[in-house]
């Protein structure tokens, strides 16, 4: 009866293996179910999380031994289903390798492959509660028809992203419905078309060349006030009365300084879009970082070269 690893997998020698590059390089899976989510799992590592270093004894995949410590309990690294991404900086046993945020942007991508059904695939050693903490260590934590379900949703998931429709909806940021107007708010489904077509930063400017245009109008207004005032003055003193003279020039600037004032006051209290600078800035590369992972998860990184990865047993599990 064939061995089989803690995880319940069976233990594999070195000629069944499934190989597979991420990140520059080059680690071992059970089958190629197991090397399709691992490779995604680790080039989303290296990109959102840290880079891979590739150095010698720092990145591991398959070695035939039992777990550190233990004579009867056998390592998932045997069955080629657990893998050990910068140990040297995240050696077994240590706490606080990495910060708060990167552990978060690990959780989130490990949320992110599952059957379908609410089960993850991976268990990572920094999450670790009766057991020595290994924050390196990655490993699945599932059945062999859990992991085929899995790999079945995910390129189903990244086929559906690479063929975005126009009529596909998107919802609107919080940055983007203050600039889109009143009538929107956060969360507002639109469609990717629309996006195109009337992006946040053209709704921004938009909006402040319509609040230029208004206030532009007010002042022309004003300015024909101005013209009017001049032209019943000028007719007065056509008609050679002093008095009729006098009391057009002073109603005429009595209104035009009425009137000026009403429209500097407008224009001084114009809000515009209510979204600074900082926020779009901060809106772009949150878009900008979306797209990236959306880049490597469709495999549309630029090609690194591969480096071999040891395979020599490792000093931690």
């Known amino acids: 009866m064939a061995e089989h690893s803690?995880?319940?997998w069976p233990v594999l020698s070195s000629n069944r293996l499934t190989w597979f590059s991420a990140a520059g390089g080059?680690?071992?899976a059970a089958n190629s179910d197991v090397a399709v989510l691992a490779k995604y799992l680790i080039e989303r590592f290296a990109d959102e999380v840290e880079p891979i270093e590739g150095r010698v004894l720092d990145d591991w995949s398959w070695a035939a031994r039992n777990v550190r410590g233990s004579t009867s309990v056998i390592s998932n690294h045997a069955s080629a289903t657990a893998w050990d991404l910068n140990a040297l900086k995240h050696p077994q046993g240590v706490r606080g390798t990495f910060t708060q945020s990167k552990i978060a942007k690990v959780h989130?991508?490990?949320?992110?492959?599952?059957?379908?059904?609410?089960?993850?695939?991976?268990?990572?050693?920094?999450d670790y509660v009766n057991s020595k903490i290994d924050s390196m260590h990655f490993e699945i934590n599932v059945s062999a028809s859990t992991v085929r379900l899995a790999r079945t949703v995910l390129q189903r998931r990244l086929e559906d992203e690479a063929d975005m429709k126009w009529n596909d909806q998107v919802a609107l940021t919080a940055a983007d419905a203050k600039i889109w107007g009143p009538s929107w708010k956060a969360g507002d489904k639109v469609t990717i078309g629309l996006m195109v077509r009337y992006p946040t930063l053209a709704r921004r400017t938009?909006?402040?060349?319509k609040a230029y245009a208004a206030a532009s109008a007010k002042r022309d207004a004003a300015m024909k006030a101005q013209l009017d005032t001049l032209i019943a003055a000028v007719g007065a003193l056509a008609a050679g009365s002093s008095s009729e003279v006098s009391a057009a020039f002073s109603n005429g600037m009595a209104a035009l300084k009425t009137e000026v004032d009403k429209v500097n006051a407008e224009a001084d209290t114009l809000?515009?879009?209510?979204?600074?600078?900082?926020?779009?800035?901060a809106d772009v590369k949150e878009t900008l970082a979306e797209a990236e992972a959306e880049r490597v998860a469709d495999g549309t990184e630029t090609a690194q070269p591969v480096v071999d990865v040891a395979q020599t047993e490792r000093a931690n599990a």
């Open 6 to 8: 803690q995880n319940g």
């Open 26 to 28: 080059r680690f071992a």
């Open 108 to 126: 989130s991508i490990l949320a992110g492959i599952t059957d379908g059904k609410g089960h993850k695939v991976f268990r990572w050693g920094n």
């Open 206 to 209: 938009e909006a402040e060349l």
């Open 271 to 281: 809000e515009g879009s209510g979204v600074s600078d900082a926020d779009i800035d």
